[in-house]
């Protein structure tokens, strides 16, 4: 018993860490190599994570797509619409169902309906009705199908909490990411920076060393053009 606890343990963990590997390779390390303008790149991730906040799941990507014809048209406002598409999976199959039941539950709390709160497993049994085991065959096909007919079905019946509750998370989750996404981008920029001065250094030292003395020499700094 306790050696299939361990072993279903650390397949977790396997799993944990294969996802958090992925996420971090098809996410992160893109922002890092982009060579657009930090805000550039930042403003793709949060059209992204935007869209990826709202119960819009299987047609963000093409959201962001439109989102970024329109603005640089009308408003010359540009974006990384590659980064943007890719930062939508941020809601999949995985996290559709929690994702979901939060902007329910908070959409439900705005309108005031706060005896009218269904539960998790409600969300669950549609899914599973719909999509899951119980729902279609036929591979991807079926998958999609069965998808469809949920997200058609959650929307007749909580479409509106859905779509207010949703509000509020995507304009912190807009406002959060742009931060963090700038704060990445600068910090990986100026640590490359540091680590090719430091190699310069070690390669010309000389070099290095005369224009420190230049720029802390009393003489060169008395005035403008380093007169007496």
Known sequence: MARAAKTATGQRRSWW?????????????????????????ARGVAVGVAWALTPTVGIQMPLCLATWAVTRRLAGWDFNVIIAMAWT?????????PTYYIFYVTGQV???????????????????RHV????????????????????????????????VGSLPWAAAGTWLSY????????????HRHQRRLARLRGEHP???????????????????NGAG
């Open 17 to 41: 860490g294969r996802l958090r590997r992925l996420l971090r390779y098809r996410l992160v390390v893109p922002i890092k190599r982009s060579q657009h303008p930090p805000e550039y790149t």
């Open 89 to 97: 999976w941020i809601t999949n199959v995985v996290t559709l169902l």
């Open 110 to 128: 705005m309108l005031g309906h706060f005896d009218d709160l269904s539960g998790y497993d409600e969300f669950v049994g549609l899914w599973h």
């Open 132 to 163: 899951g085991e119980e729902g279609p065959g036929g591979g991807a096909e079926g998958f999609w199908i069965g998808f469809w007919i949920y997200t058609v079905t959650l929307f007749k019946g909580w479409g509106v909490p859905l779509m």
């Open 179 to 190: 931060r963090w996404s700038l704060r990445i981008v600068r910090g990986h920029r100026e």
């Open 206 to 224: 000389e070099g290095f060393i005369a224009e420190f003395i230049h720029d802390h020499d009393p003489f060169h700094r008395r005035d403008g």
